[in-house]
Nanobody, 122 residues
Framework: VQLQASGGGLVQAGGSLRLSCAAS????????MAWFRQAPGKEREFVAA????????TVAGSVKGRFTISRENAKNTAYLQMNSLKPEDTAVYYC????????????????WGQGTLVTVSS
C-alpha cells in the first residue's frame, strides 16, 4: 500500500494551497482518509478526516472554516483545500488511511504517506 501526498510548498500568509493524497496498491473499501500535520518540535496532530462516502467530514478546531477535506473514490484520492493560511499552519502534512469509524487519533490509522511540507511566510 502506498499513499502519495503532493501539493505542498511555500505560500504567503492569507494564501491557499491544495494538497492531494493518492492511494494505490490495493482495493480500499469503506475506509476513512485523513490528514495530519507535524510542526517542528511538536507532536503530530489531526487536521481533518472524510468518510468513505464523503458525506461525513471532521475538521480540527484550529483549521475549521479555512480547510476543507474531500475525496474522489474513483481516483482513490483525497484532497485538503487550505485557505487563509497562517504561519502557524507551517508543518509537514501527512495523509493516512484507516478503517471505517477512524477518528482523530493517530492509532486509528493503518497506512501513512511520506508527508508534504507546507511553509507559510508572514
Amino acid at each position: 500500500v502506498q499513499l502519495q501526498a503532493s501539493g505542498g510548498g511555500l505560500v504567503q500568509a492569507g494564501g491557499s494551497l491544495r494538497l492531494s493524497c493518492a492511494a494505490s496498491g490495493r482495493t480500499f473499501s469503506n475506509y476513512v482518509m485523513a490528514w495530519f500535520r507535524q510542526a517542528p518540535g511538536k507532536e503530530r496532530e489531526f487536521v481533518a478526516a472524510v468518510s468513505w462516502s464523503g458525506s461525513t467530514t471532521t475538521v480540527a478546531g484550529s483549521v475549521k472554516g479555512r480547510f476543507t477535506i474531500s475525496r474522489e473514490n474513483a481516483k482513490n484520492t483525497a484532497y485538503l483545500q487550505m485557505n487563509s493560511l497562517k504561519p502557524e499552519d507551517t508543518a509537514v502534512y501527512y495523509c493516512a488511511v484507516g478503517r471505517s469509524g477512524s477518528t482523530q487519533f493517530l492509532s486509528d490509522y493503518e497506512y501513512w504517506g511520506q508527508g508534504t511540507l507546507v511553509t507559510v511566510s508572514s
